[in-house]
């Protein structure tokens, strides 16, 4: 019997990696984790030859078995090595950079405190991976290879739990924030784009002093820009009502506006109107409102649902059914 696997059976699939990206990555001193996440970037955008391309906190986790709020870290510590680069804001697409780019030596502990998952603490069996059994005891004990569910704590040693993360880091340009995280919030500030306004706060926060907690930094950010809506903007010269009364013409089979007065909603319809010249006419709104009726869901704040007018106000969906042929 033969441990060499021939290339050429394609049946299996294999991964086409360039030699000297191959070469870098084994000359580069990266945590096993950080590893694990540019080896997904290659195979994501050079295997399949797309090019950068979005890749998610929550896509890395599932393909590598990592949790998303050390996902996002180990991105943040690549992007600072520059082994990857994202296009655009936090939420660009990421891909991977030439090895010439690559940050090699980063100081004199390097991966001993690198900053995805190196912390002098013992991480506890609820937070670890499922393929780093390792790391339940400190370099100064024995590695002993058993299945993961035999080991235990060393006798007369209690497992330390890891601090809880917070799901945000920022890296002075961007933030990282996990999905679980944006979903609540978008639930419990609604209207509010909660990704565009994390964008704005990255830009403020890249341009002052640091902060201890991020986290409290955007929920407060968050807080006010809700409050900036619940208050409501200026309606002049937009014509609300007449919107208001376009939509329940134009989608007589849609969710009807139950209270016209509403202040979210009308803000909403207002951010709308002025964000485009090309937004203030009616035939336009007739266009959108067109394309939503033929519509029975959307895709809202990470589920399918029915639309109604303040979904199409959204900015996300508004994109959407603006740039349909």
Same mark, same amino acid.
């Given at each position: 019997?033969?441990?060499?696997?021939?290339?050429?059976?394609?049946?299996?699939?294999?991964?086409?990696?360039?030699?000297?990206?191959?070469? /870098?990555?084994? /000359?580069?001193?990266?945590? &096993?984790?950080?590893?694990?996440?540019?080896?997904?970037?290659?195979?994501?955008?050079?295997?399949?030859?797309?090019?950068?391309?979005?890749?998610?906190?929550?896509?890395?986790?599932? &393909?590598?078995?990592?949790?998303?709020?050390?996902?996002?870290?180990?991105?943040?510590?690549?992007?600072?090595?520059?082994?990857? =680069?994202?296009?655009?804001?936090?939420?660009?697409?990421?891909?991977?950079?030439?090895?010439?780019?690559?940050?090699?030596?980063?100081?004199?502990?390097?991966?001993?405190?690198?900053? !995805?998952?190196?912390?002098?603490?013992?991480?506890?069996?609820?937070?670890?991976?499922?393929?780093?059994?390792?790391?339940?005891?400190?370099?100064?004990?024995?590695?002993?290879?058993?299945?993961?569910?035999?080991?235990?704590?060393?006798?007369?040693?209690?497992?330390?739990?890891?601090?809880?993360?917070?799901?945000?880091? =920022?890296?002075?340009?961007?933030?990282?924030?996990?999905?679980?995280?944006?979903?609540?919030? &978008?639930?419990?500030?609604?209207?509010?784009?909660?990704?565009?306004?994390?964008?704005? &706060?990255?830009?403020?926060?890249?341009?002052?002093?640091?902060?201890?907690?991020?986290?409290?930094?955007?929920?407060?950010?968050?807080?006010? /820009?809700?409050?900036?809506?619940?208050?409501?903007? !200026?309606?002049?010269?937009?014509?609300?009502?007449?919107?208001?009364?376009?939509?329940?013409?134009?989608?007589?089979?849609?969710?009807?506006?139950?209270?016209?007065?509403?202040?979210?909603?009308?803000?909403?319809?207002?951010?709308?109107?002025?964000?485009?010249?090309?937004?203030?006419?009616?035939? =336009?709104?007739?266009?959108? =409102?067109?394309?939503?009726?033929?519509?029975?869901?959307?895709?809202?704040?990470?589920?399918?649902?029915?639309?109604?007018?303040?979904?199409?106000?959204?900015?996300?969906?508004?994109?959407?059914?603006?740039?349909?042929?």
């Amino acid at each position: 019997m033969t441990n060499v696997i021939q290339i050429g059976n394609t049946q299996r699939g294999f991964t086409r990696m360039d030699n000297s990206i191959m070469d /870098a990555l084994m /000359a580069i001193d990266l945590p &096993a984790r950080e590893l694990k996440v540019a080896l997904f970037v290659a195979k994501t955008t050079i295997n399949f030859q797309a090019g950068p391309v979005r890749i998610t906190a929550a896509a890395v986790s599932k &393909a590598t078995h990592i949790h998303p709020d050390v996902a996002s870290k180990a991105i943040s510590h690549l992007l600072k090595r520059r082994v990857i =680069f994202r296009e655009g804001g936090a939420r660009g697409d990421i891909g991977l950079c030439d090895p010439k780019e690559w940050v090699f030596v980063e100081g004199p502990n390097q991966t001993n405190r690198a900053d !995805s998952d190196q912390n002098n603490k013992v991480i506890s069996i609820a937070s670890q991976t499922k393929s780093d059994d390792s790391l339940l005891y400190s370099k100064k004990e024995p590695l002993v290879t058993v299945p993961s569910e035999q080991i235990t704590a060393p006798q007369g040693g209690d497992i330390t739990p890891i601090e809880k993360t917070s799901g945000v880091s =920022f890296n002075g340009e961007d933030f990282e924030v996990s999905s679980d995280l944006i979903t609540k919030w &978008a639930k419990a500030y609604a209207p509010v784009d909660v990704e565009t306004e994390i964008v704005r &706060a990255a830009a403020w926060a890249a341009a002052n002093r640091q902060k201890k907690d991020y986290r409290r930094f955007l929920v407060n950010w968050l807080a006010k /820009a809700h409050l900036k809506v619940a208050n409501g903007v !200026s309606e002049a010269g937009v014509p609300v009502d007449k919107i208001i009364g376009l939509y329940h013409r134009i989608c007589p089979n849609l969710a009807k506006v139950a209270v016209e007065s509403d202040k979210a909603l009308r803000s909403m319809i207002v951010e709308r109107w002025t964000e485009a010249e090309t937004h203030q006419n009616s035939q =336009f709104w007739k266009t959108i =409102f067109d394309k939503a009726n033929r519509l029975s869901q959307v895709y809202y704040r990470g589920a399918n649902v029915a639309p109604r007018l303040e979904i199409i106000c959204s900015r996300a969906v508004f994109r959407q059914l603006e740039e349909q042929a």
